[in-house]
């Protein structure tokens, strides 16, 4: 879990869960809103995200995309595949890498290189 996400739950967690009543709520390890103490609707975090995007100038992507972003961030960083499968929660590794990771210009010049390399050692 990314830092900044691991701060705010715990911080949340810390705080304390009370009722107009006054009595508490139970602790279920879930995310809740801050306004109704219900689940969060996914149809709202996408409408959230969308209008959070928006305000922030990005152009206009699913929430889901941010997954396939993550894994693709995560081969560009070097992260070992299975390493990489554990982080979105995928069952296989297959699922990472032909799905949710794209190719891209730096790692495909690279193998470019690292394979002429290869066949004329020196010539770069």
């Known amino acids: 879990m990314l830092g900044m996400a691991r701060e705010a739950l715990l911080a949340e967690r810390a705080a304390p869960i009370s009722r107009a009543s006054g009595t508490s709520w ?4 879930l995310v809740f809103t801050m306004s109704t103490g219900n689940a969060i609707e996914p149809r ?3 409408r959230s995200f969308d209008r959070i995007s928006w305000q922030a ?3 206009p992507i699913r929430l889901h995309d941010l997954r396939h ?3 693709t961030l995560l081969k560009q960083l070097g992260v070992l595949p299975r390493d990489a499968m554990e982080i979105p929660g995928h069952s296989r590794i297959a699922v990472t890498m032909e799905i949710y990771t794209a190719a891209d210009d ?6 470019i290189s690292k394979l002429n390399d290869l066949i004329e050692p020196g010539a770069t």
């Open 26 to 29: 139970a602790r279920h390890e």
């Open 44 to 46: 709202n975090l996408a």
């Open 57 to 59: 100038g990005l152009r």
């Open 69 to 71: 972003t993550t894994a």
């Open 106 to 111: 730096i790692s495909t010049r690279d193998a």
